[in-house]
């Protein structure tokens, strides 16, 4: 499978514990883009990063929320200290390049639950 | 504050006709633009894009139709199927910009 590879599909996570979201890119994409779907609204772009740099984090909360893209191994979004509002569906993309004229390709999801 | 914009939440067509699901844009330096389908507990998929500098773009049965001068887009499915009930997200890159801008989507359903 050459696509974007996101794990775990599901996560159950109580108040107060960390979640840990995995993105594996398409073969040969460099730029990796995290995006969250709450219940009944569209995609929010909440981070872009390109290998061991972020890029754009305009879109993440100020608290309890970091990414990264190190050099060897997947990208990770990760949420310290979940609360309830964190319950969403979180998509990874990527994309061989940067910038406008881009098309970016998503992986299944991480749908996680917080209880 | 929404810069891509999808007013209807849910379109319904019957199975042969066409579909057109529209999007609006308020800034005028979105310079390209996508179509993404998404069933359930799915991840989003490209289906067709457009470049500002063109007014249209064909691909199969999709057809996505630019006025700049309205900042407005449209997505036509020609024949709808019932494969197609989804949602459909538009999307925008701005000029220079680093993130694609969604719209809060719209529900198709094609009734058979």
């Known amino acids: 499978n050459a696509g974007v590879m996101q794990n775990p599909r599901h996560l159950v996570r109580r108040r107060g514990q960390e979640a840990r979201l995995r993105c594996s890119p398409m073969k040969g994409h460099s730029h990796v883009y995290w995006y969250r779907q709450l219940p009944e609204e569209g995609l929010k772009f909440m981070v872009y990063l390109q290998k061991e740099n972020i890029i754009d984090e305009s879109g993440m909360p100020k608290e309890r929320f970091s990414a990264e893209f190190p050099k060897e191994g997947p990208s990770i979004l990760r949420i310290q200290q979940v609360v309830r509002g964190d319950s969403a569906a979180y998509f990874c993309a990527s994309s061989d390049r940067e910038g406008s004229g881009n098309t970016i390709y998503f992986g299944e999801g991480s749908w996680l639950t917080v209880v | 504050d929404q810069q891509v914009k999808q007013n209807s939440p849910s379109l319904s067509v019957q199975e042969g006709r066409i579909s057109i699901l529209n999007c609006d844009y308020t800034n005028s330096m979105f310079d390209y633009f996508l179509w993404y389908k998404k069933y359930p507990a799915e991840g989003p998929t490209f289906l067709i894009s457009i470049s500002s500098i063109k007014d249209k773009n064909e691909d199969g049965r999709f057809t996505v139709f630019l006025n700049k001068s309205a900042k407005h887009l449209s997505l036509h499915i020609v024949p709808s199927q019932p494969g197609d009930s989804a949602v459909y997200f538009c999307?925008?890159?701005?000029?220079?910009?680093?993130?694609?801008?969604f719209g809060a989507g719209t529900i198709l359903r094609v009734k058979s």
């Open positions: 999307a925008a890159w701005m000029e220079y910009g680093n993130k694609l801008v």
